[in-house]
């Protein structure tokens, strides 16, 4: 069997879409196959050295297709007919022969309605396999379950048997391996000591799920923690540096209202004390950070730096918060910018799935599990909260420092909430 060449995430016989793994389907009048899936298409001359395939659409009442199984007429496979993805009533289902008669059929299932497989092929060994290094851009539009969906379909039958899907630690160490994956930190003023706590979790608990993240995001405090990360800037002296300068806010009166108070001039001090020389160049397309323009108030998500010196802006714009930190805005190419926090508080990157880590309760996959009742629920700036006695608590800190306990007490949780992630997930 000839092999499609491409550059495509998977290596796979021609029956197979080269970049979503998905079976295409046989060719007709047209010549041009098209995937149904994805936008991949190619000639259907390269077709020409598959043996046998018949396809056909299963979609007759139960009793005429037991009546035509029992009169065995030529009708292929019988099975389900209602798909257990969008329960439409119908499948479609090939048939492949693939060496002689006597060997008999590889049959595949999908649905017409949703364009999903609702099963594997069967048959031992892999027609399609990823290629190791590649990006799965094509899933970046589909959900986990749909992504599941097609990770059945690869998976030999006895590991799918010991149902190894189900359990997130594979599934996650899979997307690690072969598909972005990205780290979201919410913006959140002081509370990013929460941050600092699941970072260096991770870091301790999960070290090579971290080294295989493809990129960072941030707003506010949160680009901060995402750009020691993505960095690998000092996390210990950092969370330090970050913590004092906590309390230093707290021993102004007024606290960090203080005039005395210089909230850019120590982020500032503490980028360029830790950050690496060549921090622009290990950031840019791995970074992500939120900010908002002054000119016409709209968001940016900003990757791309020249310099550190760069990169130390963009981060102080997007932490910097109007009147609060004072009346001279960074500036960035020109331009004139602040807290990203405003107008996109959970920048998620265009591809790959994301970890989103907050320090107040809601969806996020790493944030706090609150047993309060929920009141309301959120989508504050493309953050989901819950509107609870927990997070109300938690906003007073925002913009003001809490005392040294519970700073402690904040690091201890964002610590715990994601070691809890990292085991349940089996990220260890």
Known sequence: MAKLVTKEAFE?????????????????????????????????????????????????????????KDSEEPIGPMADRKCSNCGHEGMTYTTRQTRSADEGQTVFFSCPHCNLFLDRPIFSGFKCRFRKQSILKDFCGLNHSCICKHLCMLMPVAQK???????????????????????????????????????TCLTSHAPQFLKNVTAFAGASAGSLVAAVLATSAPLDKCSDYVIELTHDARRHP?????????????????????????SHRIASGRLF?????????????????DSKEDLIQVLLASCYIPFYAGLSFPRFRGQAW????????????????????????????????????????????????????????????????PRKRHLSELFANGYGDALQFVKENRLT
């Open 338 to 401: 602040y807290d990203g926090g405003f107008t996109d508080n959970q920048p998620i990157p265009s591809t790959g799935s994301t970890i989103r880590v907050s320090p107040f309760g809601g969806n996020s996959e790493i944030c706090p599990r609150d047993e309060s009742y929920v009141f309301t629920e959120l989508n504050w700036r493309k953050m989901h909260v819950y509107v609870n006695r927990e997070n109300m608590n938690r906003g007073r800190h925002v913009f003001y420092p």
């Open 12 to 68: 796979c016989d021609p029956d197979f879409c080269p970049r979503c793994g998905s079976i295409l389907p046989l060719p007709g009048v047209s010549d041009v196959v098209s995937c149904i899936l994805c936008d991949f298409k190619k000639d259907a001359s390269e077709f020409e050295d598959i043996e046998v395939h018949s396809r056909k659409v299963f979609n007759i009442p139960k009793e005429k297709a037991n009546a035509l």
């Open 161 to 199: 048997q010991q149902s190894l899907l189900c359990c997130a630690g594979f599934f996650l160490e899979f997307l690690s391996a072969f598909y972005p994956m990205n780290l979201s930190f919410a913006g959140c003023g002081f509370l990013g000591v929460y941050h600092l706590g699941v970072a």
């Open 289 to 305: 950070i939120s900010v908002t323009s002054l000119k016409d108030r709209k968001n940016a998500i900003l990757s791309e730096f």
């Open 254 to 278: 007024l606290g960090p209202f203080n005039p005395q108070f210089d909230l850019v001039g120590s982020l500032r001090k503490g980028l360029e004390l830790y950050l690496p020389s060549n």
